[in-house]
């Protein structure tokens, strides 16, 4: 408790100096309380990143037109970008995970209930449900660590899709600003601070879905507070209907404008459901169940997250300053059975994965924009603070959700700081370079409430040096080469955790921060008007790697491992009514040793075609194709289970005129029966030998929901 209790106090101390001095006593300039001053907020798909606007000065500029945009002489690797609300509206969704979609090369699937995070595959790899993918929203960090069901466990069902004003997204171990959980890549959402209209929507579709949202901006003072609700509703295919229930609502109150703006937010999600959990491929093929049948059907959870966050912005005439303050309350309660009755033939194998805990933290950086002898050069420093109280975090053996036993039960204090620097400097109009640093300190203390003998107090800290250089343009073509290193940080409960759960056997603890490093060449071209095109080879070692274990329904540490592999990105507008986007990542991933790292996928293709009629641009459609291709299940190379690959597509077709528009979505519009995921293990029917073999979970069939949007 001492080290841990120093460790906060110092940590908090060297925060709040740092952006003491950063402000450069901004807080001596009001917020202007004049109304008439602020800027009205931005248009389609704007964004502000760092760029050269002269040889004397570097400061931050609006990029429009989102994904399409020409990001020449902005970004710093060929695999940054940025996608704005106009694209994000336009996209039939089946699940509000499936934003993240918007980046080329990522798919986002599901193997259980409608409550659950997402299983997100980026690069070769299963991230599960948020390890080596990280993603904040406003600034706040949404993945969780030493998380019950699975480590940087990244729930993004709480977000309103008519909200986000746009993502921004890095993929590789490059970027000095976001470390943890980032080894793959991350996304930053951003809500609007004030909508452009007022939304009232309904939607209504097959397997009893039903969602209704309310959203709306007014002025309040000086400044703009908008208010949003969203509940929903919905069945499913499933033999158990899933008596899913979601509720969420924001409140988002800002002042200001570009120059300096403060903005407060809170935000309350609530969700519980039944959950239909991948099942095995050999009773389906047998008729003992149905294809979205289930073995357990007690299995579910219930979920909460009520957020306050505070943002401060101030742009000054050669400096920018952004600081987020942040804390909410995280807790779930899930039960699953993915082995059915492997270990207890009587009561099943159902577990209780139980976990709440309190999160603060603080985040800050500051960027200078200088002149060094004629070459425009930014410094930035940053600095970000977070503490993880979690009260509670368990595995209980259950039947139909009444506890049996304790597997284990542990109270985890988690804190962390993070320092970053990073220089960039434009040597010339065609050659610029980016160097950056990042440290990380740790600590883990763990209070095993069953088992006593694995408590610990452990601390760690991790260097990740980063470096790019970008070249160009010539002919509207640019050339990046970059290569950092990075880490993820592992579960505090293997961290100190020194005696098997079972046995009470000695047993060596995991290493507190597995390192990564990676490297990418890439081209982006824009010389064909209206199309960017994007070209990256990159490569990603891992110091351990993270596998998916049946028995316990989270990762488990493994190996060493390899990644390489090439992504193609494509965007083209050829006339004003009709996009077409295209995007190719191809990858391979295995252990030092040969074997196939498991749920690896090596294949994913996303299309899409979105038009509005050329003689009527009220009418328009959205037609999408997603794929990804067979994976390995198991690790042997030599008597590897596959998956099947999956392909999807997706409709939307509507009318919209200023104040409503009707449309319908078609899902899976051609009744595809593939999978969503797949897996192999040992696992038990009742009254049945064990076997080892093929679960899955299969992908919804086709549905209809119509829409119905009234703006105000």
């Known amino acids: 408790m001492g080290v841990r209790s120093f460790f906060k106090k110092i940590s908090i101390w060297i925060l709040l100096g740092s952006l003491f001095l950063w402000s450069d006593g901004g807080y001596a300039e009001s917020l202007s ?38 990001l020449t002489g902005i970004t710093t690797s060929a695999s940054q970008g940025h996608v704005g609300y106009r694209q994000l ?23 259980s209930g409608p409550g659950k995070a997402n299983q997100y595959f ?102 703009d507070f908008l208010y ?121 194998d159902q577990i209780n994965q139980r976990g709440r805990r309190w999160v603060t933290g603080v985040n800050g950086k500051h960027s200078w924009f200088l002149d060094w002898n004629g070459k425009a050069v930014t410094n930035t420093i940053g600095m970000q603070f977070r503490h993880d109280h979690i009260g509670e975090v368990g595995i209980f053996h259950t039947r139909a959700r009444q506890r049996l036993s304790t597997v284990s039960n542990d109270r985890v204090y988690q804190s962390s700081v993070g320092w970053y620097g990073e220089n960039m400097i434009t040597w010339t109009d065609k050659i610029r370079s980016v160097i950056g640093v990042r440290g990380d300190l740790y600590n883990f203390d763990v209070t095993g409430l069953i088992h006593p003998e694995n408590s610990g107090d452990v601390t760690a800290f991790i260097a990740s040096p980063k470096f790019g250089l970008i070249f160009g343009p010539w002919d509207k073509t640019e050339y990046f080469l970059n290569a950092g290193y990075d880490f993820h940080s592992n579960d505090a409960r293997g961290v100190t955790q020194n005696h098997d759960l079972e046995t009470g056997d000695p047993i060596e603890a995991v290493t507190p921060l597995a390192r990564t490093k990676g490297a990418e060449v890439g081209v982006r071209n824009t010389w064909l008007p209206k199309l960017t095109t994007t070209l990256s080879v990159w490569y990603l070692n891992m110091d351990s790697e993270l596998v998916f274990d049946g028995d316990e329904g989270t990762n488990e540490p493994s190996g060493e491992s390899n990644r390489y592999g090439v992504e193609w990105s494509n965007y083209y507008r050829p006339l004003d ?91 899976n519009l051609l009744n595809a029966k593939d999978w969503d995921i797949g897996y192999f293990y040992d696992y038990r029917l009742q009254g049945q030998a064990a076997v080892s073999s093929t679960v899955f979970h299969p992908v919804i069939p086709r549905a209809f929901r119509g829409n119905i949007y009234y703006r105000f």
């Not at 008439?36 to 760029?51: D, G, I, Q, R, Y």
């Not at 509206?89 to 193997?111: A, D, K, N, S």
């Open 577 to 667: 009514w009709l996009t077409i986007d295209a995007d190719f990542a191809f990858s391979k991933a295995q252990f030092i040793n040969g074997d196939a790292v498991p749920n690896s996928m090596g294949r994913v293709i996303s299309a899409g075609i979105t038009a509005n009629w050329p003689t009527n641009p009220n009418i328009f459609g959205t037609i999408r194709l997603r794929h990804f291709g067979d994976s390995p299940l198991t690790e042997e190379k030599n008597e590897n289970v596959f998956a099947k690959p999956t392909t999807l597509v997706n409709l939307k077709l509507g009318y919209k005129s200023e104040q409503w528009s009707v449309s319908l979505d078609v899902l």
């Open 228 to 348: 949003a609700g969203e509940f929903k509703f919905q069945n499913g295919p499933w033999v158990t209907p899933n008596d899913a229930r979601f509720y969420k609502g924001l409140f988002k109150y800002t002042i200001g404008d570009n120059q300096q703006k403060l903005s407060l937010k809170a935000h309350a999600y609530h969700a519980n459901w039944n959950s239909t959990d991948q099942i095995p491929l050999q009773a389906v093929e047998e008729g003992l169940i149905s294809r979205y049948g289930s073995i357990d059907p007690t299995d579910g959870g219930i979920t909460d997250r009520y957020t306050l966050g505070l943002n401060w912005l101030r742009n000054g005439d050669s400096t920018t300053t952004e600081v987020n303050a942040y804390g909410y309350y995280y807790d779930l309660n899930l039960y699953s059975n993915f082995t059915y009755f492997l270990d207890d033939p009587i009561n099943g």
């Open 33 to 70: 309380s004049d109304s008439s001053k602020k800027k009205e907020n931005k248009t389609e798909s704007e964004a502000e990143f760092e760029a050269e606007t002269s040889t004397k000065s570097l400061k931050k500029i609006t990029v429009t037109g989102g994904r399409g945009a020409d």
């Open 89 to 111: 509206e336009e996209r039939p969704l089946l699940r509000p995970g499936e934003l993240l979609e918007v980046i080329p090369g990522m798919m986002v699937t599901q193997h």
């Open 122 to 223: 980026l690069r070769g790899f299963n991230l599960d449900h948020g390890t080596d993918f990280s993603a904040s929203i406003d600034g706040i960090p949404l993945n969780l660590p030493s998380h019950a069901h699975g480590q940087g466990y990244l729930d993004l069902n709480g977000l309103i899709p008519e909200l986000v004003e746009d993502i921004e997204y890095k993929k590789g171990p490059y970027y000095a600003a976001v470390g943890d959980f980032s080894s793959a890549g991350s996304a930053a959402f951003r809500t609007f601070d004030k909508l452009p209209q007022g939304i009232a929507s309904l939607t209504l579709g097959e397997f009893d879905y039903y969602r209704a949202v309310l959203a709306n901006s007014s002025t309040v003072g000086s400044g």
